[in-house]
């Protein structure tokens, strides 16, 4: 099989979805595998580390024009040619890119999905969660930052960059520890307790400040007395940020629904994680980092700040790189070898195909 390893083209997306190592796998098996030209430089790796491991670099037009594309992020439609095989993280499954998806059928391409690769109790086989959660909050309280200082008060994270600027993970909590403990007031929320939840825990942990913790079961809505009632509502009034960390599938229930707004602060922050577009924030929309955040307005004229970015994990480019390449190269194995994943396949034969109740 033609593989094509191509460089990401959503802006200030700087991961690459396979290292060298695992492009040597493929070729010791038998396969070619094309490398756009710096594909992974920004990740730091370069063309001579994936020439050394056997791989051939290529213009864009020619990586594009393989069999096999691999990426990260959704490709953008005029690069799919006819019966292509792509895998990469496309957000279709749940109606979020109808354009992509009308795409990829339109073209007859055989589409997996990284996000809905899922093993026998359907818990995600390709999943950077703990880095987005790291990403989100590290972010975020960057932004929190911002928030007060538009409101006349002391931004105590102005001395700190971005997490794009930072050499590594360590010296970015290095930064964030230099804030003192006690200036840092904040009520944070966490909704959810897995892998996102961990990373957003860890990034508080520099600043010794315990969150509140919501399972998924205290996110459910319920009657009392014939009455709508959620656990979440007494906790709202008093949060200043509140981190969306669960998954949400269509028909499930929202952890926030538009009119939960009224009762958070005026100038809460909502980081929304798992970022589903009217997902589990019903009010979220994905943002960009040019323009990560976006204002909603409540009835009562209350102003909740929305941070809602999509790609979190570039951030740590580097060590999302090796971490994405390490769970998806044996999938990526098994398509090239013709074999079919019972899971995360999107489209084939010009349909749509996804079942959520297969797994590996």
Not at 118 to 130: A, E, M
Not at 204 to 221: F, G, H, N, Y
Not at 271 to 291: F, H, K, L, M, Y
Not at 336 to 357: C, R, Y
Request: proline letters at 4%; a neutral charge.
């Amino acid at each position: 099989m033609n593989i094509a390893l191509v460089k990401e083209t959503k802006i200030k997306e700087n991961r690459v979805a396979l290292i060298p190592e695992h492009i040597r796998i493929l070729i010791k098996t038998g396969h070619n595998v094309f490398v756009e030209k710096n594909a992974g430089l920004a990740a730091g790796f370069s063309n001579e580390e994936y020439q050394k491991a056997g791989a051939k670099i290529v213009s864009t037009e020619e990586a594009y024009s393989q069999k096999m594309i691999i990426r990260v992020k959704e490709p953008p439609i005029e690069t799919l040619k006819e019966n292509q095989i792509i895998l990469g993280y496309l957000h279709v499954e749940k109606g979020q890119n109808p354009t992509l998806l009308n795409a990829l059928l339109r073209k007859n391409i055989t589409a997996y999905a990284f996000e809905e690769i899922r093993d026998y109790r359907n818990h995600r086989l390709v999943s950077l969660g703990f880095e987005a959660g790291v990403a989100g909050m590290f972010e975020g309280l960057r932004t929190y930052g911002k928030i007060l200082e538009e409101q006349g008060k002391d931004n105590i994270f102005k001395d700190i960059k971005p997490l794009f600027e930072y050499p590594n993970k360590a010296e970015a909590y290095l930064a964030v520890r230099e804030v003192f403990p006690r200036d840092f007031t904040a009520n944070v929320c966490i909704a959810g307790y897995g892998k996102v939840s961990k990373g957003v825990q860890e990034v508080l942990a520099q600043l010794s400040c315990p969150p509140l913790i919501l399972k998924e079961e205290d996110t459910v809505r319920t009657k009392i007395l014939g009455k709508d009632y959620a656990y979440i509502w007494k906790h709202l009034p008093k949060i200043d940020i509140f981190v969306n960390a669960v998954v949400w599938n269509p028909g499930q229930q929202r952890v926030l629904e538009t009119e939960d707004l009224e009762l958070m602060k005026d100038k809460a922050l909502i980081i929304d994680i798992s970022c589903d577009a009217a997902g589990g924030v019903q009010t979220c929309r994905p943002t960009t980092w040019e323009n990560p955040t976006y204002s909603v307005k409540t009835e009562n004229a209350k102003e909740i700040i929305h941070f809602c970015i999509d790609n979190l994990p570039s951030t740590m480019a580097h060590d999302s790189s090796k971490a994405l390449s390490r769970y998806i190269v044996d999938f990526v194995l098994k398509v090239a070898n013709g074999e079919k994943l019972n899971s995360g396949l999107m489209t084939n034969e010009g349909k749509f195909v996804f079942n959520p109740n297969q797994n590996e």
